[in-house]
């Protein structure tokens, strides 16, 4: 193998490590994010055996960061902050502050100065966007209250992270154990706010008509592949041009570039189409994060260690879940909101990783932030199941109230309630598929129902007055809340065979007869989905050409005033042929 490739070498080793990695650590269902770092633990310097080239690791972290901050602005909804902008608000910076006090007192017991104590405070004041959404994913609470409280704190921790961003290196001699003046301090901050300022304004009065406008030619043109580069640019164009114009971070400029972006009827298109991407070059972000990791630590320093764990996991979940109580909510939806919250990540590992560059928090406190990310995100899983099973508890052990209550317990507040209907049709996937076969449906006047796990998509349908669960229809309690027993028929409208072999085997365990039609991209796909169970399995190629063969007219059309020429009449006749006769 050649050794002058450091790049390729880099790339494969780690993403390879990676797959497999997170593939354990999703098998005993912990975040995949863990094997991430844990790959980049194998391949830094720390460890033994092969050493990835740190600085291109780092480089490739940047493109990481900026894509994984587009997708923080793409999901960004004011709509969903100002929902819960009552306890959200407040809440989140309540706890952003508690949570920084109890990390400035670890700092203080290690003898640190108030910048870095600030700085690591900080940082573990701020959950992680992945593992929180597949927490609340899982057990379908996003579309529930508790769930839109925690996405809209959520919501202001990163914008508060965001602006942390931004005014650190402006405020870094302040913050740092060297003597400054401040009038030099105001005056760089009052700068850095300036070019921020000129900025944002130039995103919000041209960036937002400007970006749409490109987004929606490209998309005109049909080439899907033109768009999937488009949207990269955007991304990739807008961060660089914010550092090297404004000298904003490229954080910062993904993020408006993204929520700009989200403003347009294709930002959804624009998301899934720079996820595969994004999510590969946010696995390397992780794994440069890893290589800075000293396992050692955990023997050297086990004390800072369990205290950093301790603030983390005990002392911000205990401050999120009074802070709930106090504002009147129930207990389920503060011990959601304190477990969701009882992790740190990507938001963690960027903070700790300026103030050490900026020389502001020492090289062992990112390694207690580090330990601390992976530690955390070990236990999360645990704490949901804790929570799972005080529901389960709490609701078989309460008694039955004398009244009816004015409102549903809290621990019931997010179960699903079987539709009315029967003798219905099923509908799995609200795509460009499943809305032309409901549209069809609408036309013949039969019921239906429709399952889609996107958010915007079931708002949409539940604005329009059409039945619809939100959730995964191969979830047991999904299937028996759309009433599949009782179904006419069942349409799986989703491209994903895998997903839709889970719902067919679901559906035929609920009902042996009832009539499944789902849609397959190959015979091999058919002949899976086939053998799971369902009744038919259309292929799009072959609908595409039934539908065009038939559309052939057995001799050209001729319209009243085309004019009777003798070519006319001779090219008729050649185009005819034998049906002619």
């Known amino acids: ?49 092969y050493v990835a080239n740190q600085s291109l690791a780092n480089e490739l972290a940047e493109i990481g960061v900026i894509l994984l901050m587009f997708g923080v602005g793409l999901h960004f909804s004011l709509k969903d902050l100002l929902s819960v902008k009552a ?9 952003i502050t508690l949570a920084t006090l109890l990390g400035m007192g670890l700092a203080w017991s290690l003898g640190w100065p108030i910048g870095a104590g600030i700085v690591f405070g900080l940082a573990l004041s701020v959950a992680s966007t992945v593992v929180l959404l597949r927490a609340l994913q899982e057990r379908r609470l996003v579309e529930t209250e508790r769930g839109h409280i ?76 033109l768009f999937r580069l488009c949207v990269l640019a955007i991304a990739l164009g807008v961060a660089y041009g914010a550092a090297v114009l404004f000298g904003v971070s490229f954080a910062l400029g993904a993020f408006f570039a993204g929520m700009v972006l989200s403003e347009s009827e294709l930002s959804h298109r624009a998301a899934s189409e720079s996820l595969p991407l994004r999510d590969a070059f946010a696995v390397l972000f992780f794994i440069s994060v890893g290589m800075l990791f000293d396992p050692t630590i ?82 999360n899983p645990f704490l949901f199941t804790l929570l799972d099973k005080w529901v389960a508890r709490y609701e078989t052990k309460k008694p039955a109230p004398a009244v009816e209550p004015t409102a549903a317990p809290d621990a019931a507040e997010d179960t699903l309630p079987r539709t009315s209907l029967t003798d219905h049709v099923v509908v799995v996937g609200h795509g460009q598929v499943g809305q032309f076969v409901a549209a069809k449906l609408r036309e013949a006047g039969l019921p239906y129902l429709v399952i889609e796990n996107n958010d915007d998509r079931v708002a949409k349908l539940r604005h329009d007055g059409i039945s619809v669960i939100a959730g995964n229809a191969a979830d047991p309690s999904v299937a028996a809340a759309a009433n599949i027993g009782a179904a006419r028929c069942l349409l799986i409208a989703i491209p994903d065979t895998f ?65 009777k020429t003798v070519e006319n009449d001779m090219r008729a006749q050649e185009v005819a042929g034998p049906a002619a006769e």
């Open 87 to 95: 306890i959200a608000i407040p809440g989140a910076i309540v706890q």
């Open 499 to 563: 997903e839709s072999g889970q719902i067919v085997e679901q559906a035929r365990a609920i009902n042996p007869l009832l009539p499944i039609i789902a849609r397959g991209h190959s015979d091999a796909e058919r002949e899976h989905l086939a053998r799971l169970g369902a009744t038919r399995v259309m292929l799009g190629k072959e609908e595409i050409g039934r539908a065009l063969a038939d559309s052939i007219p057995a001799r050209p059309p001729t319209a009243p005033d085309r004019p």
């Open 298 to 379: 955990l023997i050297r320093d086990l004390g800072p260690v369990l205290a950093t764990l301790f603030i983390i996991v005990v002392g911000k979940s205990l401050a999120a879940l009074v802070i709930v109580r106090l504002f009147g909510h129930p207990r389920g939806t503060a011990l959601t909101i304190a477990a969701s919250l009882a992790q740190i990540g990507e938001f963690s590992f960027i903070l700790a990783g300026l103030g050490v560059d900026l020389q502001i928090l020492p090289e062992r406190g990112r390694d207690l932030v580090l330990a601390g990310a992976i530690l955390s995100i070990l236990v």
């Open 150 to 225: 925690a996405v809209g704190w959520l919501i202001v921790e990163d914008l508060a992270m965001v602006l942390t961003l931004v005014l650190l290196p402006a405020i870094a001699k302040a913050l740092s154990d060297t003597p400054s003046d401040p009038s030099s301090i105001v005056l760089s901050l009052a700068i850095t706010l300036g070019k921020v300022a000129a900025f944002v304004a130039i995103m919000l009065i041209v960036g937002r008509r400007v970006i749409p406008w490109i987004l929606h030619f490209v998309a005109h043109t049909g080439s899907r592949e």
């Open 1 to 49: 193998m050649p050794h002058h490739t450091p790049l390729i070498s880099t790339i494969v080793v780690g993403l390879v490590l990676a797959f497999i990695l997170g593939a354990v650590a999703h098998r005993f269902r912990i975040s995949p994010l863990v094997g991430y770092l844990l790959a980049g633990v194998l391949v830094g310097p720390f460890t033994p055996g």
